[in-house]
């Protein structure tokens, strides 16, 4: 007959080494651990119940800590559960079955927590694909081509980074969304394929601005040619947009072609500036040497010789500044006043030799009024519009002083 000894009010061992747990429903053998004291027999057993014990404190304190989602923690009690009842352990088993059970109304108020949460998550989500959307509907109207592709890439990535919530809702809000965004693509490329077109021919005209350009840029015809460069200025700039890049590069191009001939021509007007002042200081010095040897008319005949060979002298030099023409011409009427006033006070007296003389003078004004009117088709066929005003203004002189002159011959006749 074997002998028993208690060793705690959940368990008991006999002498040969069996352990057993006592629960409500009796004593349960859990093991032998043979040649120990009864005592270490027990505690073997007693710290596999620890172990137990251990674990139900730990899923306890996880739920508490909310370190579990609710289904997780059912998962691990029903486990637990399971290996309790027949734990080979000696405690209080039922007690920890106990406090499992306990965990159940906090689970339960756990899992409507976060039901309500995950309705409100998958309500936040909702309205933020709502709002992508909307977004994404406007920007497929929209005409910010560069801005508007950026953003599109943004609320792809935002949609990407979003849970799903009910498929039917959320198909619904993609098929919206990817809609857009096809939508806004395909009018994207249309506008693309469309300023491409318009590039090409902006292209295109802009080549032959510039072929047009090249043959102008070293002409000397200068007048014709700047009206020709200001035209071609008009037409570059209704041509339109050749693409920012192709622009610079064209632009380039056809402006080195202008700089060519402006440059040259301001250096043919400096030139000509430097010919018209020594024209001017020549001219000038020859209407002192007048007016001090012919002023005052003493003898007509020899006066009239003067200022024939004076105006003679005077007009083989060219054209003068424009400002200084009015002085000039100015003198050269008042010289002539001057003879032509001591020939009206000796016509009377005058032999035919000075009739023959006012003829002379006739026919030379006339002739420097062929020879200017011959320079004046030659500038027209230029295209020299200033030249052409300046020979204007002296033929109106020469046609003044021949005019004069056509009067005192026929005073003589």
Known sequence: MS???????????????TVYVITADGERKVGQVPDVTPAEALTFFERRFEGLAAEVELLIARV?????????????????????????????????????????????NASEAR??????????TKEAKEGMVAEAEKLAESNDWKEGVNRF???????????????????????????????YTRRRKAQFTQW????AVAQGIKEQIIAEAAELSTSTEWGATAAAFRELMDKWKAAGSAGRELDEKLWKKFRGLQDTFWAARTENSAARDTEFQANLEAKEAL?????ATMLPVTDVNAARSALRSFLSRYNEYGNVPRAAMA?????????????????????????????????????????????????????????????????????VTYTEWRDQAAKTLADYE
């Open 287 to 291: 209407l002192a040497e007048a007016e």
């Open 327 to 395: 002085g000039l011409d100015a003198r050269i009427r008042a010289l002539d006043a001057a003879v032509k006033g001591a020939e009206e006070a000796n016509w009377k007296r005058t032999d035919p030799e000075a009739k023959k003389r006012a003829q002379d003078t006739v026919e030379m004004f006339t002739a420097q009024i062929a020879k200017l009117t011959t320079q004046i088709e030659a500038a027209e066929g230029r295209g020299d519009k200033k030249q052409v005003a300046k020979l204007q203004e002296s033929i």
């Open 3 to 17: 002998e028993t000894t208690p060793a705690a009010s959940f368990g008991r061992v006999e002498e040969d080494g």
């Open 64 to 108: 508490h800590n909310k370190a579990l989602s609710p289904e997780e923690a059912r998962k691990s009690m029903k486990t637990l559960r399971a290996s309790i009842p027949d734990a080979n352990a000696v405690g209080d088993l039922q007690g920890l079955l106990t406090k499992l059970d306990a965990l159940a109304p906090e689970l339960d």
């Open 153 to 183: 890439r943004a609320l792809l990535d935002e949609w990407k980074a979003l849970p799903r919530i009910d498929r039917a809702t959320d198909d619904d809000l993609w098929h919206r969304f990817s809609a857009a965004r096809t939508t």
């Open 196 to 199: 491409a077109e318009e590039h």
């Open 115 to 124: 039901k309500a949460e995950r309705a409100a998550a998958a309500e936040a």
